[in-house]
């Protein structure tokens, strides 16, 4: 009786694959949002601590835009999404973006 198992082989021959493009999740200023509410979104959604925290934030207020994290795209569409959902449940105008970096 023959083995029908197949052998797996390994494929050497191909190229590996690219690196998977990252997103960066940025916020954007606003007159109305409070400082303490996006230093705690900062904390809970992207885990940076309380002093980084504080420093986006004001990067944010004073030049418009601010970086708060890198990943692949399906979690940098979470926290978009998380960010958005908390600042409306808030009654805060708050934006932030995904853009490729
Ligand atoms: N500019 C807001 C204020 O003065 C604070 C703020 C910071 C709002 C960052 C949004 O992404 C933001 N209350």
Redesign the pocket.
């Known amino acids: 009786m023959s083995d029908t198992k197949q052998a797996v082989k390994p494929q050497l021959d191909q190229q590996p694959l690219p690196p998977p493009k990252q997103y960066g999740v940025f916020?954007?200023?606003?007159?109305?949002?409070?400082?303490d509410?996006?230093v705690m979104l900062l904390v809970d959604v992207f885990r940076l601590p309380e002093n980084l925290a504080e420093a986006?934030?004001?990067q944010?207020?004073h030049e418009g835009?601010?970086l708060c994290g890198v990943y692949q795209k399906d979690i940098a569409d979470t926290k978009h999404q998380q960010v958005q959902n908390l600042a409306r449940q808030a009654g805060?105008p708050?934006?932030?973006t995904v853009e490729e970096v």
């Open positions: 916020l954007l200023n606003d007159d109305y949002t409070p400082m509410f996006v986006v934030m004001l944010v207020h835009k601010g805060h708050l934006l932030c």
